[in-house]
């Protein structure tokens, strides 16, 4: 059932325009799209403001969404020619349907015209003359997950009491700007020099042995759900002093280990670049990818899972600070690895924890182990292009899933990882 | 400084410890809840409060404790 149709545009007038480079987050996804499209609507992604016993006219939720795109100039931010144009006024389409998730759906599927197009889009689901839900698709150039989860947090309080939170927010134009400066430079030359470090001494590429196993079209998406990784994840943190994500990046690094048998594993997680003040709160495209490495060495299943843990903290902190890097550093800094060590190298593996919380409870045996009758499997999506060979995501309480290149990895194997990953944490929770 | 440090502390990990339980910890911070998110942000505010640069090549077990960041900052 689609009812989808469109009522108008709403007209917003913010305060000042102007043009500026990228800032190392809009420039990573900018490369990041480049190399995706045309599958680049890949990167497109929504929220579904529900309004339920509160719900709003379509004027009030109008009024809303223009105050919304006037505070954070990323949401009237355009691409040209490489830079950011921000505009000063506009007028935003708005779509109007009868569900929120045929909605998100529709305003989600095509691919944005960077250049043309403003880089939200926004559509209201009424019922009656009222507002139910507000659906929100970002250009993940304006919004990252966090950034979005700012985005609506805004929204709701101008709903609400007519205004946003009081500060100002970080701007992208502003931190371009300090990243160009002597502040900006120091950072990134520090980032720099681990990339450079620890490209010297990591394999190739993690996934360097063909599956024999190539589907078409090759990149297959195998969903675990599983709340046991969650429940023992929980309780590895609180057992070992540490946070549900380490847990998890460590676990799957010991799987890449197992998988590949690569001893030195290094992976990009994606990190939020939200620690510093002058960027937290920002409704913004501040992820970018870190790197992790970690020395696994010997039979993983021999290695105390502890210890691993005790090992990937600090390179977990290194690998936070390497992510709020200059992209263009980056290229460089690898273009001299690969002169000097007479390849390329690239690990295409990836890790996006994308939960929101981190709150870790320690979880008796009996709840772990009846969770696990709960684990299922589905494939949830293939298609042509990826620019990785192999991305691990986290999601909810918990969906782990591996979307990988079956030339590198066969559907088969992404099956091994995902039910070795639950052994593994299962097994180290209860040990 | 021992206070003010349980203040950034407090503050990284949005309010989750007060800077008393900070203080009055006797197990590193990790193991009260300080993920490694607030412990990027406590390095941030240490290096923007202290003009310090906090290298994070070595051994970092000074991160977990106010005591440990105290004689860290003394050191300089």
């Known amino acids: 059932m689609t009812a989808t149709g469109t009522i108008g545009t709403i007209a917003f007038a913010g305060e000042r325009s102007g043009d500026a480079p990228l800032t190392w987050g809009q420039r990573a996804i900018w490369e990041a799209i480049e190399r995706t499209a045309p599958d680049d609507h890949y990167f497109n992604f929504g929220r579904v403001v529900r309004l339920g016993a509160r719900p709003a006219s379509v004027d009030g939720a109008r009024w809303a969404l223009a105050r919304l795109v006037e505070r954070h100039e990323s949401l009237r931010t355009l691409v040209v020619d490489g830079r950011q144009r921000v505009r000063t006024c506009g007028e935003l389409p708005v779509a109007v349907g009868d569900d929120p998730d045929v909605l998100l759906a529709e305003l989600t599927a095509p691919a944005f015209d960077y250049a043309r197009e403003w880089p939200l889009r926004v559509g209201l689901v009424t019922s009656g003359a009222d507002v139910t839900h507000i659906v929100m698709v970002f250009c993940h150039l304006a919004a990252d997950g966090l950034g979005a989860e700012e985005a609506v947090r805004d929204l709701r309080l101008l709903l609400l009491r007519g205004e946003p939170r009081g500060s100002r927010p970080p701007q992208p134009m502003d931190i371009a700007h300090w990243q160009q400066a002597r502040d900006g430079r120091r950072v990134a030359a520090e980032a720099a020099a681990h990339w450079d470090r620890e490209h010297r001494r990591i394999p190739q590429t993690m996934f360097d042995v063909p599956s024999g196993a190539g589907e078409r079209p090759p990149i297959w998406r195998a969903s675990l759900r599983s709340p046991a990784i969650d429940l023992a994840a929980q309780r590895l943190a609180v057992k070992h002093g540490t946070s549900t994500s380490n847990v998890l990046l460590t676990a799957v690094t010991a799987m890449v280990a197992r998988t590949t048998g690569h001893e030195t594993v290094a992976m990009l997680p994606i990190v939020s670049n939200r620690f510093r003040a002058d960027t937290r709160g920002a409704v913004s495209t501040m992820s970018q990818e870190g790197l992790f490495t970690l020395d696994v060495r010997a039979d993983v299943g021999k290695v105390r899972f502890g210890e691993l843990l005790g090992l990937a903290r600090p390179a977990a902190l290194r690998a936070y600070r390497s992510a709020y890097h200059d992209p263009a550093d980056r290229t460089r ?94 097994e180290a929770a209860l040990r | 400084m021992k206070q003010r440090l349980a203040e950034l502390v407090s503050e990284s990990c949005d309010g989750q410890l007060t800077p008393a339980e900070v203080l009055a910890a006797s197990v590193p911070l990790s193991y009260l809840g300080v993920t490694s998110l607030a412990q990027m942000r ?30 860290w900052l003394a050191a300089r």
């Open chain 1, 333 to 426: 800094v690898l273009d001299e690895v690969a002169r000097d060590r007479g390849m390329p190298v690239h690990p295409y593996c990836c890790f996006n924890d994308m939960r929101f919380a981190d709150h870790a409870v320690y979880r008796d045996d009996v709840l772990i182990r009846r969770a696990l009758a709960e684990t299922s499997l589905t494939w949830p999506m293939s298609q042509e292009q990826l620019n990785c060979r192999f991305c691990v995501h986290l999601s909810g309480t918990m969906d782990v899933s591996v979307t990988a290149d079956t030339r590198w990895l066969s559907r088969r194997e992404m099956e091994e990882f995902l039910r070795g990953l639950e052994d593994l944490l299962v």
């Open chain 2, 42 to 71: 406590l390095i941030d505010a240490i290096e923007r409060e202290f003009e310090v640069e906090i290298d994070l090549g070595g051994d970092v077990s000074f991160l977990d404790s106010v005591g440990g960041l105290a004689d």
